[in-house]
Structures are given as structure tokens and as C-alpha cells.
Nanobody
Framework: QAQLVESGGGLVQAGGSLRLSCAAS????????MGWFRQAPGKEREFVSA????????YYADSVKGRFTISRDNAKNTVVLQMNSLKPEDTAVYYC??????????????WGQGTQVTVSS
């Protein structure tokens, strides 16, 4: 059974950094565009970043552009989100998912448990 496991979240002060990892098991996601999404309390899940299957294409929400970097290692079936200059508004549960874009928005297709990121001011 396919499984996505996110890790690397935690509590950090504003301006700090975290490195999130998404490990896939049960099947390979190397041929899929993979994305990171986040959901803050009381808000809808929103797109953060995505990376094409080859890694050649990367995409970011305006709110994280210049601060977050997405990468992937298909041999290890992992996707990484490096988050720098964190802000309190980045506080959310972060999820990775095979993703696609249509109608001007990104959507995920398969969800793990997520990892909590909390940024204190």
C-alpha cells in the first residue's frame, strides 16, 4: 500500500529554518509531480510548492517564493522542502502529495499525516 510520510516539522522562532522531508513507500512517485501543501487552523489547505518529476521545474506560492526551496531525490523516493526565514504565518500542518495543476490552481491527490510547523514570533 502506498504511503507518504512527512517529517522534519517542529517549533522554531521567526527567522529560523526547517527542513521537511517526504518519504514515499509502497510505490514509487518518481514519475509524478510532487507538491507540498499546508493547512493552518481554521483555514483551507493551500498550495506551497511543487516540483516536476525530473526536478527541472519548480513552482512556489507567492507567499513563500525566495524563502522556500523544493527538491527531490527519485532514487530515494523523497521530496524535501527547505524553509528559511520562517514567519509566524507559515505555521501550519504541512503535507506532501502527488500534484497537478489545472484552472490556475494546484491540487493534491494523496495525503499522508502531515508534519506540524510552528513559528513563534
Amino acid at each position: 500500500q502506498a504511503q507518504l510520510v512527512e517529517s522534519g516539522g517542529g517549533l522554531v522562532q521567526a527567522g529560523g529554518s526547517l527542513r521537511l522531508s517526504c518519504a514515499a513507500s509502497g510505490r514509487t512517485f518518481s514519475s509524478y509531480t510532487m507538491g507540498w501543501f499546508r493547512q493552518a487552523p481554521g483555514k483551507e489547505r493551500e498550495f506551497v510548492s511543487a516540483i516536476s518529476w525530473s526536478g527541472a521545474g519548480t513552482y512556489y506560492a507567492d507567499s513563500v517564493k525566495g524563502r522556500f526551496t523544493i527538491s527531490r531525490d527519485n532514487a530515494k523516493n523523497t521530496v524535501v522542502l527547505q524553509m528559511n526565514s520562517l514567519k509566524p504565518e507559515d505555521t501550519a500542518v504541512y503535507y506532501c502529495s502527488p500534484s497537478f495543476t489545472g484552472g490556475g490552481r494546484w491540487s493534491g491527490t494523496y495525503w499522508g499525516q502531515g508534519t506540524q510547523v510552528t513559528v513563534s514570533s
